[in-house]
């Protein structure tokens, strides 16, 4: 029996992150809402091409084909177009084989209010005032940074990257060294070392997304064959000592990930070029950057990191 919503781990996406919207905002930003509404009717048959969270969300899609009795994974389109303007949108998730069917069109609105209503452990646009209203009322939102689209139909795993702090954990360690210093970090951690931290934004997401890894750890332990979907990774400036209470925060959550890399401070792309994640969510814009400009990136505009 597939679950219900409340049971799923849903993930509420904006067109401008699914889709390539550039050509569409041109028109809009240009010539005014009538002609943009126009150019839509003109346009409804034309695909739109796949956005920076395209090859995510198609992999995300994907766990619900591995596991069709529960249908653990839900994507809804929360949008700030009109019904009627967003006729091109799903006509384009059509086009592409997306099994999305539950959508909100708020005609100018921000959606960010809609976030709880559908369970939503993920809130993904381009639109940064959306993103930072959604953080600002505690829910899980990120905004997906311009990168080119790289979607390998020959790879079918999903590979999700997080930062820890002010990502994972709240940014109350983070505080303390921009207050301080490194060592006064590194000394409050160690200290600490015990203690889990407090949940961040997107604790919950992460917590689904091992519940998910356990689902195919039984279908796994049923079939030799299968071929696992998803895999999870940790890339933090953290190193030792301070790297013993990210472990006890995992564990005390009982919760994992398949990779887990501790810097010090080295740059992050040296990582994530090798790895390859299809998303990676950090709170800092400074660690967002990577030189072939192919990584898709989202960033957490949470905490300390983000205070003018």
């Known amino acids: 029996m597939s679950y219900p ?24 930003r240009e010539r005014g809402e009538k002609v943009y509404r126009d150019y839509q009717q003109q346009h409804l048959n034309d695909p739109l091409d796949k956005g920076v969270a395209f090859p995510f969300v198609r992999r995300f899609l994907s766990i619900n084909q591995r596991f069709a009795a529960e249908s653990p994974v839900e994507v809804v389109l929360l949008s700030r177009n009109s019904a009627i303007t967003g006729k091109r949108v799903f006509n384009s998730i059509a086009h592409h084989g997306l099994n999305i069917t539950r959508a909100a069109f708020l005609e100018g609105k921000s959606p960010y209010a809609y976030i709880p209503a559908f369970n939503a452990s993920l809130f993904l646009s381009a639109n940064e005032a959306d993103v930072l209203q959604a953080i600002d009322y505690g829910y899980p939102a990120g905004t997906v940074l311009p990168s ?7 790879d079918a795993e999903l590979r999700i990257a997080f930062d820890f702090d002010g990502v994972i954990a709240d940014d109350a360690s983070e505080r303390v060294y921009k207050q301080g210093s490194l060592a006064d970090f590194v000394a409050h951690e160690t200290s600490r070392s015990h203690i889990p931290h407090t949940p961040g934004p997107l604790a919950d997401l992460f917590r689904k997304l091992s519940h998910l890894q356990r689902l195919e750890d039984r279908a796994m332990e049923t079939d030799p064959d299968y071929r696992r979907v998803l895999r999870t990774a940790i890339v933090t400036a953290r190193n030792a000592p301070s790297h013993e209470r990210v472990i006890t ?13 501790f810097l010090g401070g080295m740059k992050k792309d040296r990582i994530l070029s090798i790895l390859k994640p299809h998303m990676f969510f950090d709170d800092q814009r400074s660690h967002l950057e990577s030189e072939a400009g192919d990584l898709p990136m989202v960033h957490i505009p949470f905490g300390v990191a983000n205070l003018l």
């Open 5 to 28: 919503i409340e049971q799923k781990l849903v993930i509420a996406v904006a067109s401008s992150a699914l889709f390539d919207l550039s050509e569409s905002d041109r028109v809009f």
């Open 148 to 154: 080119h689209v790289v979607d390998d139909p020959e």
């Open 249 to 261: 925060t995992l564990e005390h959550w009982g919760v994992n990930a398949n990779e887990v890399f």
